[in-house]
């Protein structure tokens, strides 16, 4: 795995998915593991900060991505990133690829 846009979510033996990890399933209880998978979803909802605090570039674009779904998997996982590059076009449905930076996720177009 060279990608760095590799996140970890957190999957039980019957294949539901958690972000952020968990140590128990909240659909059927059972234990669950963490697992690192490529950061690649769709934006399924954004907003632009104007007025971010202190230290932070304005402004601030944060996006909420819908995981790509595995298998049959109903209801992927959502994630929440700072859009890297400020002046990134964004809209619903962009697809959009991931990264931990170790303080926080940050999302760039695919
Ligand atoms: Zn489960």
């Given at each position: 795995m060279t990608s760095p846009?590799?996140?970890?979510v957190?999957?039980?033996?019957?294949?539901?998915?958690t972000h952020p990890v968990r140590r128990d399933c909240p659909a059927c209880g059972a234990d669950m593991h963490p697992v690192v998978i490529e950061?690649?979803?769709t934006v399924i909802t954004w907003t632009r900060i104007e007025r971010p605090p202190e230290?932070?570039?304005t402004p601030q674009l944060v996006v909420l991505v819908?995981?790509?779904a595995e298998r049959e998997e109903k209801d992927p996982p959502v994630v929440l990133a700072a859009v890297a590059d400020t002046t990134t076009k964004v809209e619903c449905g962009n697809v959009m690829l991931i990264r931990d930076t170790q303080e926080r996720y940050e999302?760039?177009?695919l």
């Open positions: 846009h590799m996140i970890t957190s999957r039980c033996d019957d294949g539901h998915r950061g690649k979803g230290g932070f570039k819908r995981l790509e999302a760039e177009p």
